[in-house]
């Protein structure tokens, strides 16, 4: 059977190739926005419904689909970021955004949306960058529409009249949640530059090597003085109920658990574009851990082992 968009001879309507080419970066836009793969593939799909939920001829009359879908998309994660925070209270101990695994192809890329206003380099805030489990978390901190404001504006260069109609508020307004945003960026960045992509790795591989021989002094030189290490659970897997502070406590942590490391096999990884590591249990994602390293030290350590944020790490 064929759908009625697609022609006899099976090739897809070119209208309709233009709109499904849309979708992963549909996609990227509300995974950044709510932290959340399932959910942004909800929201991509409500998108899409509401698209086609019109007739053909008020579909012909929008001079930008793209524009149109991006407009619709934002909206809904705006509606959603609204109720996340009673929902987050519900939440059985830590949240953290649902970790990414390497090949994602919509983590990065050129985005084809509309040009924003020249900003200054040191604000500028890259594809790549702006997927990080770091990254994500400092977002999670903002209002709804400060966080939308941001994204759309200083990841995918929006300009401030566009996002205005997203969000609700004059093109002023969202100016101002823009800079407030990036306010929090930057107070939550570490003075010292974030080490090169190979060093990083470098600094993974050896927390494993230290992990996995219970060697605490190795762990404790690996560690910043004030890391901090998160778990999620979700209340359907084992977690720390609350953040883990400070290198010694920190390594002890990690170091009282490699017994049951040593039951797994753990795998250096990329974990949202950044090195990490997954833990796999019989060939099945059981946990998944993102690192910030600043230099040669290990600032944050997020551990996610809820399995419903890991469905797309299970190993094929």
């Not at 407030?180 to 470098?202: F, L, T, Y």
Request: proline share 7%; aromatic share 6%.
């Amino acid at each position: 059977m064929t759908n009625p968009s697609e022609p006899r001879d099976g090739r897809l309507d070119p209208a309709l190739r233009a709109i499904m080419c849309e979708r992963n970066q549909l996609i990227g836009l509300a995974y950044r926005l709510l932290g959340s793969l399932a959910e942004a593939e909800d929201v991509v799909q409500e998108t899409y419904a509401r698209w086609y939920a019109m007739s053909p001829r008020q579909r012909e009359d929008i001079d930008s689909p793209g524009g149109w879908l991006t407009t619709v998309a934002g909206r809904i994660c705006l509606d959603l970021l609204g109720s996340a925070r009673a929902r987050r209270e519900r939440y059985v101990g830590e949240w953290i955004p649902e970790p990414l695994p390497d090949g994602t192809e919509w983590i990065s890329g050129r985005w084809t949306g509309a040009a924003a206003e020249p900003a200054d380099p040191a604000d500028r805030v890259t594809l790549d960058e702006s997927v990080s489990m770091a990254f994500l978390v400092v977002l999670d901190a903002m209002t709804p529409a400060e966080r939308v404001a941001f994204v759309l504006h200083d990841v995918f260069r929006y300009p401030f009249a566009e996002v205005a109609e997203i969000v609700g508020r004059t093109p002023a307004a969202c100016r101002q949640l823009a800079s407030s945003a990036r306010r929090r960026v930057r107070a939550a960045r570490p003075p010292v530059s974030a080490a090169p992509a190979a060093r990083r790795a470098d600094v993974v591989r050896a927390f494993k090597q230290a992990w996995q021989a219970k060697d605490i002094d190795a762990l404790l030189g690996l560690l910043a003085p004030d890391a901090v290490a998160t778990g999620d659970g979700g209340g359907l897997a084992p977690a720390a109920p609350r953040p883990v502070e400070g290198a010694e406590q920190v390594a002890r942590f990690f170091a009282d658990r490699a017994d049951t490391v040593s039951r797994m096999t753990l795998v250096e990884c990329a974990v949202n574009g950044q090195p990490g590591l997954a833990a796999r249990r019989d060939g099945v994602t059981v946990a998944v851990l993102a690192f910030d390293v600043t230099g040669d030290r290990i600032e944050r350590v997020w551990a996610v082992l809820n399995p419903d944020k890991l469905r797309s790490w299970t190993a094929g």
